[in-house]
């Protein structure tokens, strides 16, 4: 790992602990940023699907500062199913991007240097692998 995974932990438990749903400032960050995006959530009349995508986007964040079991593979497979929906591969990372704001903005003054850096270098490595989805380069290329 090129990050220190202990200050992204943190600071998904003190975002868990203060905020019970951020997927309302999720979602507010990434339209913001990306409005062409709010279309394909047009038939999300109750919020189920964003909510579940975030579920999972976080469990895939857990197991990408953990035992990395699948979280990689899941990038670079998610990077092109989601091309097919329209969302460019260089854009895809943005929604891990909004996640990271958001949990910044519910942590204030909590937010740490550490956390700043270790979201950044994690952020990094997660648009390598949505921009090289190729299973033989992230293989190579990837510390465990």
Do not use: C
Request: hydrophobic share 45%.
């Amino acid at each position: 790992m090129t990050f220190n995974s202990g200050p992204i932990e943190l600071s998904l438990e003190i975002a868990a602990e203060r905020t019970g749903d951020i997927a309302p400032q999720v979602y507010q960050k990434l339209f913001a940023r990306h409005p062409e995006l709010e279309a394909l959530f047009v038939r999300d009349t109750t919020g189920a699907i964003k909510g579940e995508m975030l579920a999972r986007t976080i469990e895939a964040l857990l197991d990408f500062i953990g035992p990395r079991a699948y979280a990689r593979h899941m990038v670079q497979t998610e990077a092109v199913t989601h091309e097919g929906y329209g969302v460019p591969r260089e854009v895809f990372p943005a929604f891990f991007t909004a996640i990271a704001d958001s949990i910044r903005d519910v942590l204030g003054d909590d937010w740490t240097e550490d956390m700043k850096l270790s979201w950044q270098a994690m952020l990094a490595e997660i648009a390598f692998f949505a921009a090289h989805t190729d299973q033989k380069i992230e293989a190579a290329t990837a510390a465990p």
